[in-house]
């Protein structure tokens, strides 16, 4: 009987994991069937190459060009800065305060209570410290809100990837006479560079899609900024703004947009992809 009980239970989870899965597939499935189908016939090459013209969110002519410029260079310029301060706090959890648990455990606690704030109270906090500080919206404004967003995310994701390396690389490389610094960025680094690229991945992925935290910082534009101290558009903004419109062609522009943002993020996923395959076999050489 005890046996009954044990094997019904295991079918029982594996029912509803396999349930689960199929489940956000199919919630995917229609998610991209829903933006290809609103989406496609509202796409174009004047859409993609042409910034905003007059009355463009009235149905006039114009494209989003802007905010997919803007897009890339918020994701892209947040992402390396993440990249910049998370990769060595990761690193320095992992080799130099090893034996400090306690310590390493609150950082992470803190750290994930830090990734479950809402981007919008980090897009307040962006705002108030622009007004202490007398910045306008501009693109560097929005750099930073959302690099201190996803900042937590690069740290943990890259943590995570640091755990499972066997600690006696650790024991080997200072045996050999390397300091911890030398043993972080030539061995633990190259071990793990499959598990950095999709860290950098899932942040990119979070600074790109998010609104809420650029809403109050980088304002908004019809033109591509030249400079870190211009406003900047951004496609998750010009999916808003349009989906706001009274006008249905406007309202249809959304979804291409949308479909826009989704393509771009496939794109990274699927360069991170080949970049993780390539590094995989990556060999350590102290």
């Known amino acids: 009987m005890r046996k009954f009980f044990k094997l019904l239970e295991e079918r029982i989870f594996q029912g509803l994991m396999i349930l689960a899965t199929y489940g956000i597939a199919v919630v995917l499935f229609v998610i991209?069937?829903?933006i290809l189908i609103k989406g496609l016939p509202s796409l174009s090459w004047e859409m993609l190459s042409q910034t905003p013209k007059g009355g463009f969110y009235f149905?006039?002519?114009?494209?989003?060009?802007n905010a997919i410029i803007g897009s890339l260079y918020l994701a892209f310029g947040s992402t390396l800065l993440a990249l910049l301060i998370g990769l060595p706090v990761a690193l320095y959890m992992n080799i130099h305060l090893l034996n400090r648990k306690k310590l390493v455990n609150t950082i992470r606690f803190l750290l994930d209570l830090l990734w479950g704030v809402p981007s919008i109270v980090y897009g307040a906090f962006g705002f108030s410290v622009m007004i202490f500080l007398g910045m306008r919206n501009s693109l560097l404004a929005g750099i930073i809100t959302i690099t201190l967003?996803?900042?937590?995310?690069m740290i943990r994701a890259i943590d995570e990837v640091l755990k499972s390396v066997p600690r006696g690389l650790l024991e080997a490389s200072l045996s050999l006479g390397s300091t911890r610094?030398?043993?972080?960025y030539r061995v633990f680094v190259k071990q793990c560079i499959p598990g950095i690229i999709t860290a950098v991945l899932l942040a990119f992925g979070r600074g790109i899609g998010d609104a809420a935290a650029v809403l109050f910082t980088t304002g908004y534009t019809d033109y591509i900024p030249t400079s870190l101290s211009h406003p900047t558009a951004s496609l998750p903004l010009a999916i808003f703004f349009q989906l706001s419109s009274p006008v249905p062609e406007v309202k249809d522009r959304a979804y291409a947009s949308a479909l826009v943002l989704t393509i771009i993020i496939l794109v990274i996923s699927i360069l991170s992809r080949i970049l993780s395959?390539?590094?995989?076999?990556?060999?350590?050489?102290?």
């Open 32 to 34: 991209i069937i829903s």
């Open 181 to 184: 610094s030398e043993t972080a």
């Open 149 to 153: 967003f996803i900042i937590p995310i």
């Open 59 to 65: 149905g006039k002519e114009g494209g989003i060009l």
């Open 277 to 286: 395959r390539r590094f995989q076999k990556t060999k350590i050489n102290f």
